[in-house]
C-alpha cells in the first residue's frame, strides 16, 4: 500500500498515483486499443516516452505560468510532468476527446480538471472556467492525422486564447514529418506564431520525435 503521505504536495500526490506498478501496462495497453478503434483521432500506439514528455514542458516557464492547458492529454503521460512542474497554485485544465480514455485517466488522476470534449471548444471550456488567457498549452494531438480544416480550427482556438507572452508546445513524429498534412501544419505555425522553435530529435521515444515550440 501506498502512503500518499510522504508526497508533500496535493499535485505530487495525484503524480505518484500515475507510477502506480500497473498503469504503465495499463496506459500501453488502453492506448493501443483505442488506436485499433480510432487511428486518425488517436494517432499512436504508444504513450509518449519520458524524454519526450521531458522536451515538451522544456524552455516554456511551465514554473510561473498561471494557467496551463493540456490538449489531448491521452493517459496523462505528459500531465505528470506539467503537475510536477508548475507552480501548486496555479490551475491546470485538460481537455480529452475519446471517452474511454477520459474515464481511465479520471480513474488515475480523479483529482485533475479534465474535460471529455474537443479542443476546438477551448473558447468555450475557458469561458465556463472563468479564464482569460493561457500561459501554455501543450498539445498532444496527432495534427499529422486531422485534416486541414480541423488543425485551422483548433490553432486558431489556440492562438485565440493563449496570452501575449504564452508558449504552445507539440510534437511530430520524425517518420511522418514529411506528410502533407504534417507540411501542412507547420505552415500554419509559421504563419500563426513570430516564433517556431524546432527541437533536437527525441530518439529515446517511439517512434522518434521532435517538439515545435512556439510563441506569438
Ligand atoms: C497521440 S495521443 C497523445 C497522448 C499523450 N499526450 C502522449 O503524448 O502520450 C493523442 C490524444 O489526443 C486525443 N485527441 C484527438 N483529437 C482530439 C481533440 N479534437 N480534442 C481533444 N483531444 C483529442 C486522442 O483521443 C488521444 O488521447
Redesign the pocket.
Known amino acids: 500500500m501506498y502512503n500518499f503521505d510522504n508526497f508533500r504536495t496535493y499535485e505530487q500526490r495525484v503524480v505518484r498515483c500515475l507510477h502506480l506498478p500497473r498503469s504503465d501496462h495499463l496506459k500501453k495497453s488502453l ?1 493501443l486499443k483505442r488506436f485499433l478503434k480510432n487511428p486518425t ?4 500506439l504508444y ?2 516516452s519520458s524524454a519526450l514528455c521531458q522536451e515538451m514542458i522544456s524552455g516554456i516557464d511551465i514554473e510561473s505560468a498561471a494557467h496551463v492547458v493540456e ?5 496523462g ?2 500531465t505528470s510532468k506539467i503537475l510536477t512542474s508548475m507552480n501548486h497554485n496555479s490551475n491546470f485544465i485538460a ?4 471517452t474511454h ?1 477520459y474515464k481511465a485517466f479520471k480513474k488515475h488522476l480523479p483529482l485533475v480538471n479534465i474535460y471529455n470534449d ?3 471548444n477551448l473558447s468555450s471550456i475557458l469561458k465556463d472556467e472563468g479564464i482569460l488567457h493561457v500561459d501554455a498549452i501543450v498539445s ?3 495534427w499529422a492525422a486531422f485534416t486541414y480544416s480541423l488543425q485551422k480550427q ?1 490553432l486558431s482556438e489556440v492562438i485565440k486564447n493563449l496570452s501575449p507572452d504564452g508558449y504552445f508546445t507539440t510534437f511530430a513524429y520524425v517518420q511522418g514529418a514529411l506528410l502533407p498534412s504534417a507540411r501542412r501544419f507547420k505552415k500554419l505555425l509559421n504563419h500563426s506564431f513570430a516564433n517556431v522553435e524546432t527541437s533536437e530529435i527525441v530518439w529515446n521515444n517511439i517512434p522518434p520525435a521532435f517538439v515545435y515550440r512556439c510563441q506569438k
Not at 71 to 75: F, I, N, Q, R, S
Not at 95 to 98: A, K, P, V
Open positions: 492506448l483521432q488517436i494517432g499512436s504513450p509518449s490538449l489531448g492529454p491521452g493517459t503521460v505528459i481537455i480529452e476527446l475519446d480514455i474537443s479542443a476546438e498532444g494531438l496527432p483548433i
